[in-house]
């Protein structure tokens, strides 16, 4: 069990620009979630995936916004057209189907929008 | 809706004493989960402790402790023996016992221990 990765960790963009963000869960956690974090502030709920279905959609969520997950593995998240507004740490989680509703975090991918 | 609030933006504490941080949240499920979160320097987010609100008992985790008052919707921290390593953000969180189970956050407690 090597944890949740997320890769990059920083990414320093220009607005307009597209990006995406990759997420690697732990193996066999059905559950992925992303949260976006600005300085100051906790997490707020993006999305969430059970297997490579998308369920929920935060309204915080823009049409700039899309994420996936094929094959109820890895997970993307890419943000079209970045605004300055995006800068913030995007967060992803993992959990289980069955267990005890805890989420185990990834190291955050830090964007900045000049 | 349901919310959380963390009415402590900064806190401090001496090494090797106790602190507590405060929790208060808002919802209308009866089956639902607590969490405290520590996210240090680095950022990376890490589980500190979790507490069912099924369960009459307060949960510890070594130095960590709760007290939960489920009807007055309270969900405080205890850190006992505090260490330098304890300085981080400290977020409550929530999540209900539906489908989703999103984590819903306050806006965290800065802790710094002073040696």
């Known amino acids: 069990d090597t944890g949740v990765s997320q890769d990059p960790r920083h990414k320093i963009t220009k607005r307009g620009q597209n990006v995406t963000f990759r997420c690697d869960p732990i193996?066999?956690?059905?559950?992925l979630y992303w949260y976006r974090q600005t300085l100051g502030q906790g997490p707020e709920f993006l999305t969430y995936?059970?297997?490579?279905?998308?369920?929920?959609k935060s309204r915080l969520l823009s049409d700039r916004f899309s994420a996936e997950r094929p094959k109820g593995s890895f997970s993307t998240l890419e943000i079209q057209r970045t605004e300055q507004g995006d800068s913030a740490m995007y967060l992803c989680?993992?959990?289980?189907?069955?267990?005890?509703?805890?989420?185990?975090f990834g190291p955050g991918t830090r964007l900045t929008v000049t | 809706a349901q919310t959380v609030t963390q009415s402590q933006p900064e806190m401090s504490v001496q090494e090797a004493e106790t602190v507590t941080l405060s929790c208060t949240y808002d919802?209308?499920?009866?089956?639902?989960?607590l969490f405290w979160y520590k996210q240090p320097p680095s950022r990376q987010m890490i589980l500190v402790i979790r507490?069912?609100?099924?369960k009459q008992q307060n949960a510890t985790e070594n130095r960590f402790s709760v007290n939960f008052q489920k009807a007055a919707k309270s969900f405080s921290l205890k850190i006992s023996d505090s260490q330098l390593g304890d300085a981080a953000m400290y977020f409550c969180a929530y999540t209900n016992a539906g489908n989703n189970r999103k984590l819903i956050w306050g806006l965290g407690t800065s802790l710094a221990v002073n040696p």
């Open positions: 989680a993992s959990s289980p189907d069955l267990g005890r509703y805890e989420q185990y």
């Open positions: 919802t209308s499920e009866s089956d639902y989960y």
């Open positions: 507490q069912e609100a099924y």
């Open positions: 193996s066999e956690h059905n559950r």
């Open positions: 995936f059970q297997n490579e279905a998308q369920l929920e």
